[in-house]
């Protein structure tokens, strides 16, 4: 107990350093853009759907978002790779992502992003993969993911952004985990130049009841000394889910909405139940035999709801980032309806409000590391259901489209994983 004690004040400590740490930056090297923006850029397909709201979750790319998350894993492993065509109608200049071009992430084109800056009509194309596993109490994150420009005559080169890294998790008790994470930022301004940079991440999730909530720090790293003075994009964060099930079966569904969860935690209790059955009434193998059948019977009936049959599913996420280096304020919303757990729509919004070259306030970005835009996606999961040679394995295919947003409109992205 005390140890638990000592890593939640700590934890809490670290959060509290870094929101001075970034508070001291801004105001003592006046840096009030952010460079290596490009890490802000969703590579989960499920979030960039839901309008960048999902911090909360868990899954394979919890490496980019929440590490504590992992510990959480309702599986062993969750493995996924995604590729986008991001920002299609980014120009090139350094005007931005003010619909005006006059403001917004002006300090992210000088910054260390030359890719905001410098890149012709047709956006940048963005590969990441990533990876989580679970082992006990303890989870695991990493990914990689990188940003290709189109070739600028200007510069001479096609710049590339980069962000690799990982972290860990652990889980204090039945309902709270604490993780930190690290990666690595490369950003290619010329053709023998580019700069780097360490961003880290504190982050705490909890379990409460159908909610899952968390707090963090995210990428909290050193100032960026290039054409000026740049800070990371680092905020403090906060992150809600939501989910239920409702519909035939809907009462084994498992909370956090992971049925597959609650039908491996069925074949657990069955296997204990059958190991007690069989120590404490050996000879009585008839009984025992027929327990072990009825055991069979309850948890095959577990898989059937856990995959879903008849279930609808309504998943929530909120987001609140606040980025003092720049003194913007993010917010996003999503929402995510399923269909026996197999079929998914997915909708949100991400408001960003932000300084204007003038002093003022927008709505439309502004100072923000990314702007105000809507997003929508599907998503299809297939398990042994529907694909029998996949047995504890399931698939998915996820998509989304940004929109609302003159240049990250039209922003296409699809992804695909692998949860055992």
């Known amino acids: 107990m005390r140890r638990k004690v000592l890593i939640l004040k700590f934890l809490a400590a670290?959060?509290?350093?870094?929101?001075?740490?970034?508070?001291?930056?801004?105001a003592q090297e006046t840096a009030r853009n952010e460079a290596m923006a490009f890490c802000r850029i969703q590579t989960d397909p499920q979030t960039a759907a839901m309008g960048y709201a999902g911090r909360a979750s868990g899954g394979a790319w919890a490496a980019f978002r929440n590490v504590s998350a992992t510990a959480f894993l309702p599986g062993t492993a969750d493995v996924a790779a995604s590729f986008q065509r991001w920002a299609p109608g980014l120009a090139a200049g350094p005007q931005g992502f003010a619909p005006d071009g006059s403001a917004a992430a002006q300090g992210s084109a000088a910054g260390g992003s030359a890719s905001y800056q410098g890149s012709p009509a047709g956006g940048m194309l963005i590969p990441a993969i990533a990876g989580t596993a679970r082992f006990g109490r303890i989870g695991l994150a990493v990914g990689y993911m990188a940003s290709h420009s189109p070739y600028d005559p200007d510069l001479g080169f096609a710049p590339v952004d980069r962000a690799f890294g990982g972290g860990a998790a652990y889980t204090l008790n039945g309902w709270l985990s604490a993780g930190a994470g690290l990666r690595v930022l490369s950003s290619g301004l010329l053709p023998d130049d580019s700069l780097h940079a360490l961003a880290f991440d504190l982050s705490a999730t909890a379990l409460l009841g159908d909610f899952r909530l968390?707090?963090?720090?995210?990428?909290?790293?050193?100032?960026?000394?290039?054409?000026?003075?740049?800070?990371?994009?680092?905020?403090?964060?906060?992150?809600?889910?939501?989910k239920a099930s409702f519909g035939p079966g809907a009462a084994q569904g498992a909370r956090h909405g992971n049925y597959r969860a609650a039908s491996q935690r069925a074949r657990d209790r069955s296997a204990s139940q059958g190991a007690r059955d069989e120590a404490t009434l050996q000879g009585a193998r008839g009984r025992s035999a027929s327990q072990g059948a009825r055991s069979r019977s309850a948890s095959q009936g577990a898989r059937g709801e856990a995959a879903g049959m008849g279930l609808h599913s309504i998943r929530l996420n909120a987001d609140l980032d606040w980025f003092p280096v720049s003194g913007s304020l993010t917010a996003a919303l999503g929402a995510e309806y399923g269909f026996q757990s197999r079929y998914f729509i997915r909708a949100g919004y991400h408001l960003a409000v932000g300084h204007t070259v003038a002093g003022g306030w927008t709505a439309h970005g502004g100072s923000a590391v990314l702007p105000s835009f809507a997003a929508l996606g599907a998503g299809l999961c297939l398990d042994r259901s529907a694909l029998p040679f996949l047995s504890r394995t399931s698939l998915r295919l996820d998509l989304a489209w940004l929109t609302a947003h003159p240049v990250l409109g039209n922003t296409l992205q699809a992804g695909l994983g692998i949860t055992w």
């Open 14 to 26: 670290a959060v509290v350093a870094g929101a001075l740490s970034a508070g001291t930056v801004s």
């Open 214 to 242: 968390c707090a963090a720090v995210a990428d909290l790293g050193q100032l960026v000394r290039e054409c000026g003075r740049y800070g990371l994009p680092t905020s403090l964060a906060l992150g809600g889910e939501w």
